[in-house]
């Protein structure tokens, strides 16, 4: 096949069909449970996953292993030219330096991108330069999309207990426990690659509420693509969706879940948004 392919990896929390539809190959991140390594989405069901949350002594995230992207690129470059790997921000993440080292090895030759961003940020470039890619177009003309997609696209996620944040040791117990007795929900989002709280709530009905606004804020004279993002709270999120619908100018709304790598920081119910405007979705 003459075509570019597209790889991704599944922090970008792309839903299965919208996946398929864009023809990516997904690369699985790495969750660690008391020093045992599971590959997300193969080696370790989302039931087991949240079951084990609370009660592990140490749960952290990790890269996609060597071999995960050599099995995934040696399998893409038996059927295309050339490939376009797209990863969680490097700021975050040494996914990246990962898909730079493996790329050495494989036939064909690899552009990998830092996303700059994560979740379904991440999962809006990955989707437009699929598309771009089933429609026959260059390297060249992949690339500027995912540069203007990355630029137009924004993400924020409301955090409904920094427990999990601090048992990652993303924040301090201290700041914990003070930010729980005040009832003070975070809301995360992407700044210049680096994911950091943003604004602040008192209540997490407040903090969603916030969510909207910023993307309002953000966006305020386009129509925009929405993704509704959740982990672990499909009906909490389908009501959400609602309000969304309410208040933004949209043009397509659906709901995806974050994966377990990125439950790992926020436990589950959390809610947030990615959206950029629609006119680059065609």
């Given at each position: ?20 539809e864009?023809e990516?190959?997904?690369v ?11 590959r ?8 087991e ?16 292993s ?6 995934v690129?040696?399998?893409v470059a038996?059927r295309?030219k ?5 990863h969680?921000?490097?700021e ?12 050495e090895?494989?036939?064909i ?21 699929g ?37 990652s ?5 201290i ?26 709530a ?8 916030r969510?909207?606004s910023l ?7 386009e129509?925009?693509n ?7 709270a499909?009906?909490k ?20 879940e974050?994966?377990t790598?990125l439950?790992v920081?926020?436990g589950q119910?959390?809610?947030g948004i ?6 680059e979705?065609?």
């Open positions: 096949m003459d075509r570019i392919a597209i790889v991704t990896d599944s922090a970008a929390s792309i839903p299965e069909e919208l996946a398929k864009a990516l190959e997904i699985p991140m790495g969750v660690q449970i008391n020093n045992k390594m599971y997300e989405g193969i080696d370790i069901s989302k039931e996953f949240y079951a084990q949350l609370d009660t592990a002594d140490m749960v952290s995230t990790s890269q996609p060597p071999g995960d992207f050599l099995e690129y040696e399998r038996a295309a050339e490939i376009i790997s797209i969680i921000t490097g975050g993440s040494g996914t990246v330096n990962v898909a730079n080292l493996v790329k090895y494989i036939s030759p690899i552009n990998v991108i830092d996303s700059r961003t994560a979740s379904m940020g991440q999962g809006f470039i990955a989707l437009a330069a598309k771009a890619a089933k429609a026959g177009k260059s390297q060249e003309e992949i690339l500027r999309i995912i540069d203007h997609v990355r630029e137009k696209t924004a993400v924020f996620v409301a955090v409904p207990t920094l427990k999990y944040l601090a048992k040791g993303r924040i301090s117990s700041k914990s426990l003070i930010a729980n007795l005040l009832s003070i929900k975070p809301i995360l989002g992407v700044r210049d690659g680096v994911v950091e709280v943003v604004d602040k008192r209540s997490y009905p407040k903090a969603l509420q969510l909207i993307v309002d804020e953000r966006f305020p004279a129509r925009l929405i993704a509704i993002l959740h982990t672990n499909p009906e999120a389908e009501e959400f969706r609602i309000k969304v619908e309410e208040r933004l100018r949209h043009a397509k709304v659906f709901i995806a974050m994966g790598s439950a920081h926020g119910g959390m809610l990615a959206a950029y405007p629609a006119h979705w065609e």
